[in-house]
């Protein structure tokens, strides 16, 4: 187990709907990324939050939104949902403390499925 | 283009026989490699990982290996357990700059199914 949680496991929503997806970070951790994984694929990097602040974006439209508290947990947001939305969602919590060997150690995913 | 890629695609062997995965980058300029093994519905585990300076990293029954200057680096799974079937992934870094903080280039993955 890495410490990192997620919620909820499973979701179902329909076209046009909005959804919030949660990350609990791993203890000490400040920094958060939000990756997708389509069913297959290798993780695709959304965005990442490092102190409450976005902090780099993938290639992903506006309508997928974050936020990270001051407890360094993060939320995701996505509006409007499509078909192709469905996939599994993984956070990945990591310590940035200046060097380049941070690891980052993720959630088990949220499953969303787009109807 | 994506900057890591990874084969073969996909491979069943027989428990107890051995594998390799190769992942090929072009990430750069280079920071460290990463190799995860993430099972079914799951989050990626960490196996490895290694800097530049690093050519060989041992994780139990997983070795990785890595040679940047070709900028190639290998899994290698000795005596291989129904419990290793799994998707493995490559994940390359960049030198932190302000263009790539916590930017990890990830690869799509080798999925590896043990048989009895």
């Known amino acids: 187990e890495t410490g990192v949680t997620q919620s909820p496991t499973h979701l179902i929503k329909t076209r046009g709907q909005q959804v919030t997806l949660r990350c609990s970070s791993q203890?000490?951790?400040?920094?958060v990324s939000w990756y997708q994984q389509a069913l297959g694929q290798g993780p695709q990097f959304i965005f990442q939050y490092y102190r409450e602040e976005e902090n780099g974006r993938g290639n992903f439209p506006p309508r997928f939104s974050g936020l990270q508290f001051p407890n360094y947990s993060s939320e995701l947001n996505v509006n409007a949902l499509e078909l192709d939305d469905s996939a599994l969602y993984l956070c990945?919590?990591?310590?940035?403390?200046?060097?380049?060997?941070?690891?980052?150690?993720f959630g088990p995913g949220t499953r969303l499925l787009v109807l | 283009k994506n900057q890591v890629e990874q084969s073969p695609q996909s491979l069943i062997i027989l428990e107890g026989k051995n594998c390799t995965l190769q992942c090929n980058y072009t990430v750069s300029p280079f920071s460290n490699l990463r190799w995860y093994k993430q099972d079914t519905g799951r989050g990626p585990v960490s196996l490895t990982i290694?800097?530049?300076?690093?050519n060989t990293k041992s994780n139990g029954r997983y070795t990785a290996t890595l040679d940047a200057d070709t900028k190639q680096s290998s899994l290698h799974i000795t005596a291989s357990q129904l419990s290793d079937s799994a998707s493995y992934i490559c994940?390359?870094?960049?030198?932190?700059?302000?263009?790539?903080?916590?930017?990890?280039?990830f690869g799509a993955g080798t999925q590896v199914v043990v048989t009895p």
């Open positions: 290694m800097t530049f300076s690093e």
């Open positions: 994940v390359v870094s960049a030198v932190m700059t302000t263009d790539s903080w916590g930017k990890f280039q």
């Open positions: 203890s000490g951790h400040n920094t």
């Open positions: 990945a919590s990591s310590l940035r403390a200046g060097g380049t060997g941070e690891t980052q150690y």
